[in-house]
């Protein structure tokens, strides 16, 4: 009978034959919940396009190692893959104050490309801001043109050129782009928060609020839901309703100076001036050139303050 292994001189079994049984190979035991093993398997994961599975994993890494920058970077690169920038960023943007953080940044291309994917959110938040007054939405829907025929799957540059369409009030392309980006996830709250904007800007109000409220249903913090929906009831005279909505998206993003406003308009609309008041300095806190914080708090105040 053929032996299971052959030795070598020193008699040693280390040779594996044809009938050495075989058994699946295992990590020793309390090896497997390492950070370097979770870490692995998640970026395995990951390379299957299996965005669950690598989550479980990354998630468990985390518990394991809080600091570990790669971790963070691999989170942000699953968040972005399924169209959560914000947790996304957040992970992104951990991962670089943490030691070795910034240099892995800027030598992983894999993670530069990641962070690309949720960073064009920023990129082009960074050129609408500072090409805002000039008025040139065609020179950054061409910007975002570019970006999704380089990458047809970036759901979140699809957002921001429906946006750009809003904004120029071509409601038929806004609703185009948001229906291709639909069939890549069809079950996203960020698009159905954009729907919702579109509508509102149609003022197709019913339709706004229904498509918020379905954005509620399966992510209940996106604050953007909450601040379309309190628009929405504010222009249907439903100021309860409006300001429910209003407080709820500024408790989910309370630095956002229009969400700030808009409550403001709220409480002022409500006849709870002191309330609408102090909303609208906290809107000049956050924006010191708001074109009309300053206008309404004057308005309401002998010191316009």
Sequence with gaps: ATPAFASNRQGHPNVVTTSTPKRP??????????VTVQLGLGRVAIARGDLDAALGHLERALKLGPNDFQVHFYLGRVYAARDEPQ???RHFDFATRLPKGLWFRTRDPLLLEADELTGSVATLVEKFDRLEP?????????LAEQIIERRPGNVTMMV???????????????????????????NSPRLRVARGGVFFAERNLDAAILSCKKAIEIEPTIAGAHNVLGRAYLLLNRPAEAEFAMRRAVELDSDNPSINFVLG?????AGKLPEAAAQYRRVLELHPNHPYAAKRLAAMTPSGR
């Design 87 to 89: 947790r996304a960023r």
């Design 265 to 269: 308009e709220v409480l002022r609309t």
């Design 134 to 142: 000039t008025g040139d939405w065609e020179m950054l829907a061409r």
């Design 25 to 34: 190979w295992r990590y020793p035991p309390g090896r497997s919940n390492s």
């Design 160 to 186: 921001n050129l429906a946006t750009l369409h809003r904004h120029m009030k071509r409601f038929g392309e806004a609703h185009g782009v948001l229906d291709r980006a639909s069939r890549l996830r069809p």
